[in-house]
């Protein structure tokens, strides 16, 4: 009776069968907080990008500047059709002369997608023309100002680094937005740009 007693007793679970179960829990707690983490990150950079679209809409300049410094690095270098641009405070002037030629100037983010330390946008910025546009030599004649609206689709990418935007890549529709302000006319451009075009007389 007490052999039989002892042998119905549950056998110890083996130390590699128990291994192996907290290492399965670590491996998934471990999964779980980097997700998290992970998605914070992202989510906290998508956030940086869609304060940066605000600085556009902001009617103070002072507090503009303020928030600039504080998402962008010093040294934040933006990449665009005009070419490259290194500074934090060259672009908070930009961002001031556009205010200037488009006082109403908005800029709605339509979409993210963020993967790693990159974050990218597809935005519609919108304003009224309240002044001429200065030529940019070898890229565009000055545009006079006839008081339109503006309506332009663009999509750029972000670089975070330590947690504040690094870098920028813009891409715009510059053509579609010097025809909606009337530097020429997409459907007879050549006459618009040139005048009368004369036709070669023959002999």
Known sequence: MGGNATEQKSKPIPRLVLALICTGIGLVVG???????????????????????????????????????????????????????????????????????????????????????????????TGTQARDLPALPHLQPTVPNRGRLLRMPEMEVFRVADGKLAEQWDLNDSWSANAQLGLFDPDHWPESVCGTVQKPTTQ
Request: proline share 3%.
């Open 31 to 125: 999964y779980a907080v980097a997700s998290f983490a992970e998605h914070y990150r992202l989510e906290r950079n998508k956030a940086l990008v869609r304060t940066s679209h605000r600085l556009w809409s902001m009617g103070d300049d002072t507090a503009m500047a303020n928030l600039a410094r504080q998402i962008f690095v010093p040294g934040f270098v933006v990449h665009d059709w005009t070419g490259d641009t290194a500074g934090v405070e060259p672009f908070i002037s930009g961002i001031k002369e556009n205010r200037a030629n488009f006082p109403d100037w908005v800029e709605k983010v339509d979409v993210f997608v963020a993967e790693g330390d990159l974050v990218a946008a597809r935005f519609t910025s």
